[in-house]
């Protein structure tokens, strides 16, 4: 299994042969699990879950993977909410950030959503029933009595530039949607929406947390201010991660 494994370009190949054991019900359902993985398709969605900020994410096929980078993101959500917080992750995918949210945070009010239906339907799996979990296009998806009373506003939002999207590791650009990727033609596309309407949507002093690259983290920063957002850029070495902070007057 693990020359296997190696084979197709796996790194971990030890630890993924052991995860594969672990999952397999049987020799019959390990050979399925191993085709499936050599043949490209992410580990966690081979597994059926991903690890994210210490919780077991269950994943559907042909959801976006949440990458441990993006647990940066969820522990200055963390560090930002409170008990009663309203807290909502819009492109939630399978809804990771607002799980780590609801971990810390049981008495928050949390709601995410997401355009893509597979993902919003996982993110359900993942989220407390109390939770508010809806299908569509960024703020159009969110009841409207959320308007000037939301805290934190989390957003994963896609930001690979379109001509770069072709270069992503095959497990992601064959096995992820091109929705969840693809940020258009500068990165910035999806990230400018939601900035624009922030304002409107979070509470007096509220505050929205934005994953970027480092090199797009000065454009992300300006795109905040001109929506009227006080901005900051948080870096985290060990993650490689870069969050960019919009806060509310």
Same mark, same amino acid.
């Given at each position: 299994?693990?020359?296997?494994?190696r084979?197709?370009?796996?790194?971990?190949?030890?630890?993924?042969?052991?995860?594969?054991?672990?999952?397999?019900?049987?020799?019959a359902?390990?050979a399925e699990?191993l085709?499936r993985?050599?043949?490209g398709?992410?580990l966690?969605?081979?597994?059926?879950?991903a690890?994210?900020?210490?919780?077991?994410?269950?994943?559907?096929?042909g959801?976006?993977v949440p990458?441990?980078?993006?647990?940066?993101?969820?522990?200055?959500?963390?560090a930002?909410?409170?008990?009663?917080s309203v807290?909502?992750?819009?492109?939630c995918?399978?809804?990771?950030?607002?799980a780590?949210?609801a971990a810390?945070?049981?008495?928050a009010?949390l709601?995410a959503?997401d355009?893509d239906? %597979?993902?919003?339907?996982? @993110? *359900?799996?993942? $989220? !407390?029933?109390?939770a508010g979990?809806?299908?569509g =296009?960024?703020?159009?998806a969110l009841?409207?009595?959320?308007?000037?009373r939301i805290d934190v506003?989390?957003?994963?939002?896609?930001?690979?530039?379109?001509?770069?999207?072709?270069?992503?590791?095959?497990?992601?650009?064959?096995?992820?949607?091109?929705?969840a990727?693809?940020?258009?033609t500068?990165?910035l596309?999806?990230q400018r929406?939601v900035?624009?309407?922030?304002?409107?949507?979070?509470?007096?002093?509220?505050?929205?947390?934005?994953?970027?690259s480092g090199?797009?983290a000065p454009?992300? %920063?300006?795109?905040?201010? @001109? *929506?009227?957002? $006080? !901005?900051r850029?948080l870096?985290?070495d060990?993650? =490689?991660?870069?969050?960019?902070?919009?806060?509310?007057?």
């Open positions: 299994m693990v020359a296997e494994l084979s197709a370009g796996c790194v971990f190949a030890e630890e993924e042969a052991a995860l594969l054991h672990e999952a397999a019900g049987d020799q359902e390990l699990l085709r993985r050599v043949t398709l992410p966690e969605q081979v597994l059926g879950w690890q994210f900020c210490g919780l077991r994410i269950s994943m559907a096929p959801v976006f990458r441990r980078r993006t647990e940066f993101l969820a522990e200055r959500a963390i930002l909410a409170a008990p009663g807290v909502v992750e819009l492109c995918g399978a809804g990771a950030v607002a780590a949210v810390a945070h049981p008495r009010e709601h959503a355009i239906p %597979a993902a919003a339907a996982c @993110a *359900a799996t993942n $989220l !407390p029933s109390s979990v809806t299908e =296009d960024l703020y159009e009841p409207v009595g959320l308007r000037g506003l989390v957003a994963n939002a896609p930001y690979v530039p379109t001509g770069e999207v072709g270069l992503m590791p095959p497990e992601a650009r064959l096995h992820e949607p091109s929705i990727l693809d940020g258009g500068d990165g596309a999806v929406r900035a624009q309407d922030a304002p409107h949507w979070l509470a007096p002093g509220g505050t929205v947390l934005i994953e970027t090199s797009q454009h992300t %920063a300006e795109i905040l201010a @001109a *929506a009227g957002l $006080l !901005p850029v870096h985290c060990q993650r =490689d991660s870069t969050v960019v902070t919009g806060t509310a007057g």
